[in-house]
């Protein structure tokens, strides 16, 4: 079993990932996309921020070797987590109010990345060829973005009144809501989306126009952003209330702020429990997860505050 915990204490980030299995094939290794398997054989301490300063998200980046860190002065600096050095520290909002999720997009082109903050600026970055972080355009919205995730064409955020809006990517354009916020102007019939706190949005890898939705009311969406309001599907369950969604081909990964059956499996195309992935060694601890990233079609990985770790799960051998 492999491990992956990451601890926040007086500005100070550890990340650990132990070295894989070494019975596993050497191209299988180098062939994966997902950054998160930058293996660690030693402890990296990187020292990001005053305790006043506080980490509100995180990402590793598609950029090899490059984790993007998020705080509540309004900045995000990029590390190198080889050498732990800082790289690159850009002031994402002239009000500092705090950077509150940061996405990555690697294009034909490019390589972009995405800050949503508390005061609903959406900010593009992009690496030119000197390695040179600069600004591609923003967009301000009237509402706090609680989540975001980007695509090729497409940025899609989650704001503090639920709506879900989509934005063009390249021109920093508004395009539609999709869905319908329920209110008490709307007949029960006609109320399409959370009805409450949404707080995870994923696009799907495979299908620029669609994403997933989470949040606070135990319901997933899936939605076409092509389409103004009807969802493709939903299904009930999971209560998200972090980054806890993850997206697999037509595999669905939820992390839920419950004490147990916490992580799980869905089918996108019928909305169905596929299996309840083993969290916890200890049955009198709470789980509790936040957040959730596959690895592979085999390997997740998990953290929350019940068991207060993360963990790189085999999910067939349960270790």
Request: overall charge negative; some cysteine.
């Amino acid at each position: 079993m492999g491990s992956y915990s990451i601890l926040v204490d007086v500005g100070v980030l550890f990340p650990d990932l132990y070295k894989a299995s070494k019975n596993e094939d050497p191209e299988v290794l180098e062939s994966r996309e997902k950054p998160c398997l930058d293996l660690l054989e030693n402890q990296q301490r990187i020292y990001v921020a005053s305790p006043s300063m506080g980490l509100y998200t995180m990402n590793f980046l598609k950029k090899p070797h490059h984790i993007a860190l998020g705080f509540g002065n309004g900045r995000f600096n990029v590390h190198n987590t080889q050498t732990t050095k800082q790289t690159h520290s850009v002031q994402a909002t002239p009000d500092r109010m705090p950077v509150t999720c940061i996405r990555d997009y690697v294009g034909s082109s490019q390589h972009r990345i995405v800050a949503g903050t508390a005061d609903g600026f959406i900010k593009n970055f992009v690496f030119d060829d000197e390695d040179t972080l600069k600004e591609g355009g923003s967009v301000q919205l009237d509402h706090a973005i609680y989540s975001l995730d980007t695509s090729e064409n497409y940025h899609v955020c989650l704001l503090d009144n639920r709506q879900i809006q989509v934005y063009d990517a390249l021109r920093a354009e508004y395009i539609r809501n999709v869905g319908t916020v329920s209110d008490e102007e709307f007949q029960e019939a006609e109320e399409v989306g959370h009805k409450q706190r949404a707080t995870c949005v994923r696009f799907s890898p495979d299908n620029k126009y669609q994403c997933v939705t989470g949040g606070w009311d135990r319901t997933v969406f899936l939605w076409d952003i092509r389409v103004e309001k009807a969802a493709v599907r939903s299904f009930v369950g999971p209560k998200i209330c972090g980054d806890g969604i993850d997206l697999l081909g037509d595999k669905c990964l939820t992390a839920s702020f419950v004490p147990h059956d916490a992580l799980q499996m869905w089918d996108l195309g019928s909305g169905q429990l596929i299996e309840t992935i083993k969290y916890r060694d200890n049955e009198n601890q709470a789980e509790n997860l936040y957040s959730c990233r596959f690895i592979d079609s085999d390997r997740v990985i998990a953290g929350g505050s019940g068991c207060r770790d993360a963990k790189v799960i085999n999910r067939k051998t349960g270790q």
